[in-house]
């Protein structure tokens, strides 16, 4: 390989570079300067270079809901020796011993995942890697609004604003007649059925975690009183 600069003359000590693709990573090579004069070529010494040591990182989630499974989180691939470990509340369900691996979060808070392995060629053992995940807790759902009401009245009902995917449903005896899309955070409904009636909503909160179970609201509503018409005869 041709150095840069060439030719050099003179005698003060002069750096010289080359450029060599195709290396692989890990490995050892050796290499030595030769220089060319009048009086021959003259090789240097033989020196070595490692190339490309591997530091793990990891990827995956950094904020999850407790709870969910199927969280993947992964480092090189190519390793050997992989060695994961999971702070309390987090289990490791698949991947052990390979490049990634899938956990479940069990208990909320700043957690942390740790990773090591084995590089391939002359690359040695590094220190194993931190990566921490904060497991935020599921929302608990509330909804606020008229528990008792008459046949054919309409009613209000709330839950908490700032969320998404608002998702409302009703017993057979409501019909919605404003709001209850899944950006609103309230419903008017209008009671045509008599009766315990329910009121119904979920959504995903600013963390992304949606509740374990919808909120279910009980609603009575009184049958319109029938008037009658008597004879003081």
Same mark, same amino acid.
């Given at each position: 390989?041709?150095?840069?600069?060439?030719?050099?003359?003179?005698? &003060?000590?002069?750096?010289?570079? &080359? #450029?060599? %693709?195709? $290396? &692989?990573? #890990?490995?050892?090579?050796?290499?030595?300067?030769?220089?060319?004069?009048?009086?021959?070529?003259?090789?240097?010494?033989? @020196?070595?270079? $490692?190339?490309?040591?591997?530091?793990?990182?990891?990827?995956?989630?950094?904020?999850?809901?407790?709870?969910?499974? +199927?969280? *993947?989180?992964?480092?090189?691939?190519? @390793?050997?020796?992989? *060695?994961?470990?999971?702070?309390?509340?987090?289990?490791?369900?698949?991947?052990?011993?390979?490049? !990634?691996?899938?956990?479940?979060?069990?208990?909320?808070?700043?957690?942390?995942?740790?990773?090591?392995?084995?590089? *391939?060629?002359?690359? /040695?053992? %590094?220190?194993?890697?931190?990566?921490?995940?904060?497991?935020? /807790?599921?929302?608990?759902?509330?909804?606020?609004? /008229?528990?008792?009401?008459?046949?054919?009245?309409?009613?209000?009902?709330?839950?908490?604003?700032? @969320?998404?995917?608002?998702?409302?449903?009703?017993? #057979?005896?409501?019909?919605?007649? !404003?709001?209850?899309?899944?950006?609103?955070?309230?419903?008017?409904?209008?009671?045509? +059925?008599?009766?315990?009636?329910?009121?119904?909503?979920?959504?995903?909160?600013?963390? +992304?975690?949606?509740? !374990?179970?919808?909120?279910?609201?009980?609603?009575?509503?009184?049958? *319109? /009183?029938?008037?009658?018409?008597?004879?003081?005869?």
């Amino acid at each position: 390989v041709a150095g840069v600069p060439s030719p050099v003359t003179g005698t &003060a000590n002069t750096n010289v570079s &080359a #450029s060599i %693709t195709g $290396l &692989a990573t #890990s490995t050892t090579y050796h290499y030595r300067v030769n220089g060319t004069s009048s009086s021959g070529t003259s090789n240097g010494n033989d @020196m070595t270079f $490692l190339t490309g040591c591997p530091s793990p990182s990891i990827t995956g989630p950094l904020s999850v809901c407790v709870g969910n499974s +199927g969280i *993947v989180y992964s480092t090189e691939t190519g @390793m050997s020796g992989y *060695v994961w470990t999971v702070s309390a509340g987090g289990t490791i369900t698949a991947g052990a011993g390979t490049n !990634a691996i899938t956990v479940t979060w069990s208990t909320t808070g700043t957690k942390t995942i740790t990773v090591n392995y084995t590089p *391939v060629g002359s690359c /040695p053992i %590094t220190s194993p890697t931190s990566y921490s995940v904060t497991v935020n /807790p599921l929302p608990v759902v509330t909804v606020a609004g /008229p528990a008792t009401v008459c046949q054919y009245s309409s009613a209000t009902y709330t839950t908490q604003p700032g @969320m998404t995917n608002y998702n409302w449903s009703l017993s #057979s005896g409501g019909t919605i007649t !404003a709001g209850g899309t899944s950006t609103s955070n309230t419903v008017t409904v209008t009671w045509n +059925g008599s009766g315990a009636q329910t009121v119904q909503v979920s959504y995903t909160n600013a963390n +992304g975690c949606i509740p !374990a179970a919808a909120a279910v609201y009980p609603v009575t509503v009184n049958d *319109v /009183p029938v008037p009658t018409i008597g004879s003081n005869n």
